[in-house]
Antibody, heavy 111, light 113 residues
Framework: QVQLKESGPGLVQPSQTLSLTCTVSGFSLTSYNVHWVRQPPGKGLEWMGRMRYNGDTSYNSALKSRLSISRDTSKNQVFLKMNSLQTDDTGTYYC?????WGQGVMVTVSS | DIVMTQTPSSQAVSAGEKVTMSCKSSQSLLYSENKKNYLAWYQQKPGQSPKLLISWASTRESGVPDRFIGSGSGTDFTLTISSVQAEDLAVYYCEQYYDTPYTFGAGTKLELK
C-alpha cells in the first residue's frame, strides 16, 4: 500500500538549513506528485511546494527564495531543503501524495 | 496567490446536529474545460495527520461516511455534516489545487457544546 515517511533532524539552529527526506513506497515518483505541507504548533496548514511526476517543482510564494525540493527516483525519496531558518519555521512537516499523508516530522528551530 | 477564507473559525455543536461551514476562494476554482472545481476538504484530529474527506468539491473519498457532504462551485463552497458524531470533533480545512501555489484556508474547529 501507499506509504510516505518523513525523516530529518528534530532540532535546527536559527539561520541554519533544514534538510528533510520523504521516503515513499507503493507508488512511483515518476507517476505521481508529492507535496510538502507544514504546520506550526497549534496553527493551520501551509502548502510549501510540490515535486511533480515529471520532475518539475512549484513553491509557496513566501518561501520560494529559501526553499528547494528535489528527488532521487532510484531511492524513492523526495527531499526538502530550506535555508535561513527562524523560530517561526518551527512545526510539523508533512509529505503527501493525495490522498495519503506521512505521519509528519516535528522540527524545532532553537539555539 | 489564491486566498481561501473559511468561516466560522470555530463552532460549538451537539451530537446529532447538522453543521455547515463555508470556504470562499478569491478566484474561481472551476476549470471550464472539465467543469471540475479544484477544491478539497480535510479533517484533522489532534496529534494526527490531515485526512482527505472530499475532493473535486463534492466527491467523498472511499470510506468517508455519507454524512459528510461537499457542495458549491466557483468561489463558494460548503462542507455539511448532516448529523455530527462525537468522532467528528476536529479541525476542517479547505484547500484549492486549481493553481500553484496551492493554498489552505485557516480552518474551522468543531467543538463540543
Amino acid at each position: 500500500q501507499v506509504q510516505l515517511k518523513e525523516s530529518g533532524p528534530g532540532l535546527v539552529q536559527p539561520s541554519q538549513t533544514l534538510s528533510l527526506t520523504c521516503t515513499v513506497s507503493g507508488f512511483s515518483l515518476t507517476s505521481y506528485n508529492v507535496h510538502w505541507v507544514r504546520q506550526p504548533p497549534g496553527k493551520g496548514l501551509e502548502w510549501m511546494g510540490r515535486m511533480r511526476y515529471n520532475g518539475d517543482t512549484s513553491y509557496n510564494s513566501a518561501l520560494k527564495s529559501r526553499l528547494s525540493i528535489s528527488r532521487d527516483t532510484s531511492k524513492n525519496q523526495v527531499f526538502l531543503k530550506m535555508n535561513s531558518l527562524q523560530t517561526d519555521d518551527t512545526g510539523t512537516y508533512y509529505c503527501t501524495k493525495s490522498p495519503n499523508w506521512g505521519q509528519g516530522v516535528m522540527v524545532t528551530v532553537s539555539s | 496567490d489564491i486566498v481561501m477564507t473559511q468561516t466560522p473559525s470555530s463552532q460549538a455543536v451537539s451530537a446529532g446536529e447538522k453543521v455547515t461551514m463555508s470556504c470562499k476562494s478569491s478566484q474561481s476554482l472551476l476549470y471550464s474545460e472539465n467543469k471540475k472545481n479544484y477544491l478539497a476538504w480535510y479533517q484533522q484530529k489532534p496529534g494526527q495527520s490531515p485526512k482527505l474527506l472530499i475532493s473535486w468539491a463534492s466527491t467523498r473519498e472511499s470510506g468517508v461516511p455519507d454524512r459528510f457532504i461537499g457542495s458549491g462551485s466557483g468561489t463558494d463552497f460548503t462542507l455539511t455534516i448532516s448529523s455530527v458524531q462525537a468522532e467528528d470533533l476536529a479541525v476542517y480545512y479547505c484547500e484549492q489545487y486549481y493553481d500553484t501555489p496551492y493554498t489552505f484556508g485557516a480552518g474551522t474547529k468543531l467543538e463540543l457544546k
